[in-house]
Every structure is written in structure tokens, then in C-alpha cells.
């Protein structure tokens, strides 16, 4: 339940989307400000994102990109985040609880979607999981518009 596939160009932002998702809680409660909302990392990368996120955001830097090769070489080496999102929805209601399962997929997949002949083992597997029957939407970042 909550399977987003996030899809764009490289250098989009995919990663530090994530990464600000991961963080804006934590910067609205340094600012004194009510949350209405608690993002929870569920996994060890899911944690790790949310704790680079302030080093390298707030410094203005930026993630390294999801390459693939290396150690890349199948979807399951893929960075995979988890977090479920807990948001109040009144005063006296319990708050409604949304887990979001995203995959970190190479910015090289988006440009490949256009151009079968450069078709590769990631970009097919990319493919078959955004098929999958659990896969409730598609975020797509573009880098102009």
C-alpha cells in the first residue's frame, strides 16, 4: 500500500524531494511551528536520507546523483525509502496514516522511456514495477517546463 514510483530527468530533484519530504518536520519544529503532520523514516536509508537532509540542504548543496553502474547494477540495488505519514485531520479524530514505499530510480530510466533501442535490464525491471498491482501513483519531476 502507498508504492509511489518517482520518475524524471537526471538532475530533477527526485533524491532531494525526498530528502525535504524527510526533513520538513523537523524544520517546522525548530521554527516553533505546529505540525499537522509527522513523516516517519521506516527503513535504514529512509533515516539516513532524513539525516543528510539537513546537512545538505540547509548548506545549499546537493545529493549525490543515483548513477547507475558500480554498485548500481540491478533495481534492487536501488536506494529504497520508506515512510509513513501520519496526518491530523481535527482535534478529536484519531490522524490518518499513509505509508509511501519509493524506490530511487537513475535519472537515465526517464530518458530511456522515450528511446527503446536504449533499453537496459533497470529500465525494463522499472518498467514491470510500475505495473505492479500495489503501485497507487507516480510522482514525475521535470527539470524545465
Known amino acids: 500500500m502507498g508504492n509511489i514510483v518517482v520518475i524524471g530527468p537526471r538532475r530533477s530533484g527526485k533524491t532531494t524531494y525526498l530528502a525535504a519530504l524527510s526533513y520538513l518536520?523537523?524544520?517546522k519544529s525548530r521554527k516553533g511551528k505546529d505540525n499537522n503532520f509527522k513523516i516517519l523514516p521506516l527503513n535504514d536509508e529512509s533515516r539516513d536520507l532524513a539525516e543528510n537532509a539537513e546537512n545538505i540542504i540547509v548548506e545549499g548543496l546537493n545529493f549525490e546523483p543515483t548513477v547507475i553502474g558500480g554498485k548500481l547494477q540491478s533495481v534492487d540495488d536501488l536506494p529504497y525509502y520508506?515512510?509513513?505519514l501520519q496526518v491530523k485531520k481535527g482535534l478529536l479524530k484519531q490522524p490518518e496514516n499513509i505509508q509511501i514505499?519509493?524506490?530511487d530510480y537513475p535519472g537515465e530510466v526517464f530518458e530511456k522511456?522515450?528511446?527503446?533501442?536504449?533499453s537496459d535490464e533497470i529500465h525494463q525491471e522499472f518498467i514491470d514495477e510500475c505495473l505492479m498491482s500495489?503501485?497507487?501513483g507516480c510522482l514525475i519531476l521535470f527539470t524545465q517546463w
Not at 113 to 118: E, P, T, V, Y
Open 101 to 103: 514505499n519509493v524506490r
Open 25 to 27: 518536520p523537523a524544520l
Open 82 to 84: 520508506s515512510f509513513q
Open 113 to 118: 522511456i522515450a528511446d527503446r533501442n536504449l
Open 134 to 136: 500495489d503501485v497507487n
